[in-house]
């Protein structure tokens, strides 16, 4: 069973950094989008950024867009997320997601959908503090 943790979430004040990192069970050549999203307290689980692997192209929801950033040198078996100027609406549980190749393509407004990903991480705490 293909698995992925995250690691590196935390509390920081506003304007601080973070990374996340995902770390999954099997290389990550096995994936053809892999992505990052967020739930926060009463609030559905929105996409905040993706990466297709054929050819790196990068998705950002609005909110995040200049201050998020996946990386495209992507460990063989990792993925990242960088945060940077965070804001305390970034508070959030941040779960890595990923889709296996042999689920074939994914639209490219279909990114940020969580029904485009086949594995989850178990999700870890940012909590971004004024």
């Known amino acids: 069973e293909v698995q992925l943790v995250e690691s590196g979430g935390g509390a920081v004040q506003a304007g601080g950094s973070l990374r996340l990192s995902c770390w999954a069970s099997i290389y990550t050549s096995n994936y053809n989008f892999m992505g990052w999203f967020r739930q926060a307290p009463g609030k559905e689980r929105e996409g905040v950024a993706a990466?297709?692997?054929?050819?790196?192209?990068?998705y950002y929801a609005d909110s995040v867009k200049g201050r998020f950033t996946i990386p495209q040198d992507n460990a063989k078996n990792g993925f990242f997320l960088q945060m940077l100027s965070l804001r305390p609406e970034d508070t959030a549980l941040y779960y890595c997601?990923?889709?296996?190749?042999?689920?074939?393509?994914?639209?490219?407004?279909?990114?940020?959908?969580?029904?485009?990903?086949?594995?989850w991480g178990q999700g870890a705490q940012v909590t971004v503090t004024s």
């Open positions: 997601a990923a889709r296996n190749r042999r689920s074939g393509p994914v639209r490219p407004q279909d990114a940020l959908e969580a029904a485009s990903y086949n594995y």
């Open positions: 990466i297709d692997t054929s050819n790196g192209q990068t």
